[in-house]
């Protein structure tokens, strides 16, 4: 439907339409963009759910945690079990190891969140292609420098 009100007769019928129909292209350009960010947001959190599991995590005796179900995060973010405890060691600034059950045993008292807060930076930072926020990456070392390798993305 189109209504046009003519002011004093200045615009006339076609300039109306004109600005109608640009006030229309605006509109559906903002939507557009709005829904692009929209969906990529909600994309990213996608695929961060997708790459994370809660960590589960057991005090054993008074001064160590065990996070139960190590083996199954490293596994759900292709990763190798001795690099994210490796990364978690130094983001705990504290000493740990695995067990034969490729459990996580760490020196401290750690709440679940603490773990499940470092492992999202982790999945930030050596899962997640920084560009097309693909889960599915190859962590290679280039240079002496670890490199998130995605093949959604071509390689420069
Ligand atoms: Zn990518």
Redo the contacts with the bound molecule.
Sequence with gaps: MLAVRPVGGKIRIADSTYLIKMAAVNYQQAYAQRMAQLSRTQREHENERRAMSPPRVLREGTKKSVVVNFKDLCERMHRQPEHVMSYLLAELNSTGSLDGHQRFVVNGKLAPKTIEGILKQYVDNYVI??????PN?VLSKQDNKLV?N????VQS
């Design positions: 292609c920084e560009y097309c926020k693909n990456t998130v995605c093949e959604k993305d």
